[in-house]
């Protein structure tokens, strides 16, 4: 099965009820970027060019580390292998295991064969396993651990009936020939999963182009160059671990892919930053404390010296942490960044200033490039266009808006509609469930969930999810969870 066999087309939009007065006033109220990217080319393109240029590091883990050369030969040999397999264009691939430069390497290997990479996490259980393969209608699932698969995606895949590949039988291939299949800058790149309310999680897909635009997103704010190491940190279900892993690799950088061991302990972290040259590193806000916390008590690992960027995303920064970061990590900026996984990860960016501080809530900042956000309020049975200070739902719209939900026509409808207001590459528009309102200087501040979601340590959790697989249980006749904050003593329904 292809993802487009999956998908609606345009029909399966929903509609946005906005009067032309009030359309008018959100077009001149939005906060757009505009930006010429070239959205035409892959990944794996830009790997094999810079290696042809002058070989360097590519990519780097703790069993060894890969130039760009060995890089793309490791991708086309995978690209053989899946092939064999019977991966064709528009298939899923899904890819389970550790982070490593397998990983890297399977999902350039889905570019060139014009499939779409789905991260699968052993840590998941195997029903969870099973239920996002065969929404997906993945045609295999790759193995990268170097030995045995994970029980849980072993067993999962075994239940949705999914063939499952070891990553290193590619050894043993020919190198894939020819150029990437990429179709058409609307080509469906990868599938994410997120936590869904009917106790069913969402798998979010993201087009070429979103992706594409999200990682020179990076670039533009960031000032990445040759020069720049990133940390791969995130779990592979993690939107960000798609830019960790790819984004330096579009101009010739390092990714320093950081076992979940390291990961978990801020003072080895740090002592890796140091010996990688990592310049670049993505945390929820939790780990920013902790890493802060624990160099406060174990002045002897050091500082990052060599670390120019930390952003801070998942989940809301606090002020505190911020006003600790920039005066115990001056040498580095901090980026408060936010986006929804099915934007193509973060739709802004934030530089936090000192001024910034006397808020009680930090900004989440301007759009990133190609990208336009709209601030409404429901009134009645229609939409409404907010007032600088006026609190709204925020909208997204641009390159970055995504496909919709695989299998699900229903919940696409409810979070996706034809853009009524600019003509944009994707012609989509997304509600994220999200309040906020604009800032006298003109940068958005984060309020809260309209609904019922909440994430905890950065984990995109609804609360209807939880409480429909509690129901599931025959001695559980109704259940409702609320959230907990043990340390400042007080619970969130």
């Known amino acids: ?168 039988e590619a050894a043993g291939c020919e190198p894939w020939r020819g150029p990437a299949r990429l179709e058409g800058q609307d080509q469906p790149r990868y599938v994410l999963f997120t936590s869904g309310s009917t106790g069913r999680p969402k798998g979010a897909v993201v087009e070429h182009q979103g992706m594409l635009n999200h990682l020179f997103a990076k670039v533009v704010d960031l000032g990445l160059t040759a020069d720049d190491v990133v940390a791969q940190t995130a779990p592979l279900g993690f939107d960000i671990s798609i830019w960790q892993m790819l984004c330096p690799l579009l101009v010739g950088g390092e990714v320093s892919v950081v076992a979940d061991r390291i990961a978990h302990d801020s003072v080895a972290f740090a002592r890796l930053m140091a010996e990688h040259h990592v310049t670049v590193v993505e945390l929820v806000p939790t780990m920013v404390r902790l890493l802060l916390d624990d160099l406060a008590a174990a002045p002897e690992a050091g500082q990052p010296a060599g670390l120019r960027w930390m952003l801070a995303t998942g989940e809301e920064l606090p002020t505190e942490v911020a006003r600790r970061w920039l005066q115990e990590m001056p040498q580095a900026g901090l980026v408060n960044a936010y986006g929804p996984t099915e934007c193509s990860d973060d739709v802004t960016h934030h530089t936090v200033l000192p001024a910034d501080l006397d808020l009680l809530r930090l900004p989440i900042g301007r759009p990133v490039i190609n990208t336009q956000l709209y601030v409404l309020r429901s009134e009645g049975e229609g939409w409404r266009a907010c007032e600088r200070g006026e609190t709204g739902e925020l909208f997204v719209g641009g390159v970055g808006v995504g496909r919709g939900y695989v299998s699900d026509p229903d919940r696409t409808r409810e979070a996706f509609f034809r853009d009524p207001f600019l003509d944009t590459p994707t012609g989509r528009l997304y509600r994220t469930g999200d309040a906020v309102k604009v800032l006298p200087q003109g940068a958005l501040q984060y309020l809260g969930r309209v609904d019922r979601q909440v994430k905890i340590a950065g984990v995109r959790m609804e609360l209807g999810e939880i409480e429909a697989v509690l129901q599931r249980h025959p001695k559980v006749g109704a259940a409702a969870v609320v959230v907990h904050d043990f340390a400042a003593g007080h619970h969130r329904r």
């Open 1 to 168: 099965m292809t993802i487009e066999e999956c998908l609606l087309g345009p029909a399966g939009l929903g509609e946005l009820a906005i009067a032309p007065e009030e359309l008018r006033r959100a077009r001149e109220l939005a906060l757009t970027r505009d930006h010429p990217v070239d959205l035409a080319d892959a990944v794996i393109t830009r790997v094999e060019r810079f290696a042809a240029e002058r070989d360097r590091p590519a990519v780097r883990d703790v069993r060894g580390r890969l130039g760009y050369a060995e890089l793309a030969q490791q991708a086309r040999r995978m690209a053989t292998l899946m092939e064999r397999s019977g991966v064709a264009p528009g298939t899923v691939v899904a890819v389970g295991g550790e982070r490593g430069t397998a990983v890297v390497a399977a999902f350039l290997a889905t570019e060139l064969l014009g499939a779409l990479y789905l991260p699968a996490d052993g840590n998941w259980p195997a029903r969870r396993v099973a239920d996002v393969l065969g929404q997906a209608g993945a045609v295999l699932l790759l193995n990268t651990d170097p030995d045995t698969v994970s029980p849980s995606l072993a067993e999962g895949a075994a239940e949705a009936g999914v063939p499952v590949v070891r990553a290193a």
